[in-house]
T-cell receptor
Framework: GAVVSQHPSWVICKSGTSVKIECRSL??????MFWYRQFPKQSLMLMAT?????????EQGVEKDKFLINHASLTLSTLTVTSAHPEDSSFYIC?????????????FGSGTRLTVV | SQKIEQNSEALNIQEGKTATLTCNYT??????LQWYRQDPGRGPVFLLL?????KEKRKERLKVTFDTTLKQSLFHITASQPADSATYLC???????????FGTGTRLTVIP
């Protein structure tokens, strides 16, 4: 089945530094990937939609200069949290649609636990 | 704005019984609804998708219903097992977009 690989699975960084999270589709091409954030005991909140070869579309309230998204190829999208602060600590998850939504749903990465100290 | 609610934050059930989780939505008419399983510290895993013209869908011990009049979907796990313990999320597509809008999830615990 379709697999989305997300790296790293966890990261601890100092306040003010930047962190890059990678999301790869292993056995399919993903023209569109999605980035979500999930706080403890809360649901997934969409941050942005990443389109291969074009600028990402950010949801209202998400700072595009803070959360840089690059989707340079059909199999890789990256999210960079710039100048991270403790309030950015969260669980970040990427996903991709394998074949629209025709019974296949969306495939999610395993998530990245970011802790900013 | 559209809203999606799952009936309870947590549900405990005895092993072997049928677990029933509820998903209600308002201010929207999704063309399809999806259910996902999420284990702690992991991304969601797709389980089932049901379309607005489908009343019921089954997959092994799982069953999903979709009532567009009540604006509700029910998710059933029959003969529940401790390994079914997880958080279950319902989700639908957002208007004009190719992404998902998630409910808050129900944390199911199956007690041996």
């Amino acid at each position: 089945g379709a697999v989305v690989s997300q790296h790293p699975s966890w990261v601890i960084c100092k306040s003010g530094t930047s962190v890059k999270i990678e999301c790869r589709s292993l056995d399919f091409q993903a023209t569109t990937m999605f980035w979500y954030r999930q706080f403890p005991k809360q649901s997934l909140m969409l941050m942005a939609t990443s389109n291969e070869g074009s600028k990402a579309t950010y949801e209202q309230g998400v700072e595009k200069d803070k959360f840089l998204i690059n989707h340079a190829s059909l199999t890789l999208s990256t999210l960079t949290v710039t100048s991270a602060h403790p309030e950015d600590s969260s669980f970040y998850i990427c996903s991709a649609s394998v074949s629209g939504t025709n019974n296949y749903g969306y495939t999610f990465g395993s998530g990245t636990r970011l802790t900013v100290v | 704005s559209q809203k999606i609610e799952q009936n309870s934050e947590a549900l405990n059930i005895q092993e072997g019984k049928t677990a029933t989780l509820t998903c209600n939505y308002t201010n929207y008419s999704p063309a399809y609804l999806q259910w996902y399983r999420q284990d702690p510290g992991r991304g969601p895993v797709f389980l089932l998708l049901i379309r607005e013209n489908e009343k019921e869908k089954r997959k092994e011990r799982l069953k999903v219903t979709f009532d567009t009049t009540l604006k509700q979907s029910l998710f059933h796990i029959t003969a529940s097992q401790p390994a079914d313990s997880a958080t279950y999320l319902c989700a639908f597509d957002q208007t004009g977009a190719n992404n998902l809008f998630f409910g808050t999830g129900t944390r199911l615990t199956v007690i041996p």
